[in-house]
């Protein structure tokens, strides 16, 4: 989880041969209708379906450089299944922010993690704390950190509130063993992801190995790399502990 920046919202949702309108548009409409409505989550359902997912994709896509909002994995169009488009702040909640743009983000398929396990769940310490920041609010970077194993843990010297902070823990849930192998409301301390962590970490130290043949690359040389992979277009898998590994973070506020 990372901070994004969500620049523009797509200028055109409708679907095909229907009259252009704009995300922008469609939620003006959509705010307009829900005034009226008998039943805020049904209208906010109903106006949510009617847009055409796959041009929301294609800006989400660029706004996440391909990965998941949540765990990074890599995500892809025509990729089986398919990313979902998830409400940060659950729709059957915030029927108000069903097409709010800095509530939707594209997530991984994956039945045991992120937007499938979170379902409507909110992300919150507790029903009278508020929801997490959107990641357009907040630099989730500087509040999680990675374990040299994989495992992700909410650091102590996060800029944190007590009940974010509260929050942030129950969604990423504790690093796994035999009695919790699923817990958190993202799950992201499931096993397969630990191990793909992990993974990651060894192929950043294959290929700095590689292209130093035998010398040892110098603190500023690790953080030119971290700073040139942050730079893609197409973000590399899990590249929050690639970055983590390259600039001796790993560990740090456990
Ligand atoms: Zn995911």
Redesign the pocket.
Known sequence: MRKLDKRRSPRNVSPDGQPRQSMQQAEKAFRIALRSAADAAECARSAFDALEKRKLRSVLYEEQRYL??????R?AEGKQPGPRIDHWRPLSKNPNLALHWHNLYL??A?ET???CRKGQSALRADDQAPDLPWPVALGYERCLGFSSKGEIYVRSDAPLSDAQRRALALAIGIPHNNKTRDNGI?NLNHPTLIAARAAAVDSECDRLEDDYKGKTASKDDRAARAEAMLAEQTLQEFVSIRVGWLTKTLNKGR
Do not use: F, H, S
């Open positions: 998941c909002v949540y765990c990074e994995r995500i997530c991984c994956t993690t992120c937007d993202l």
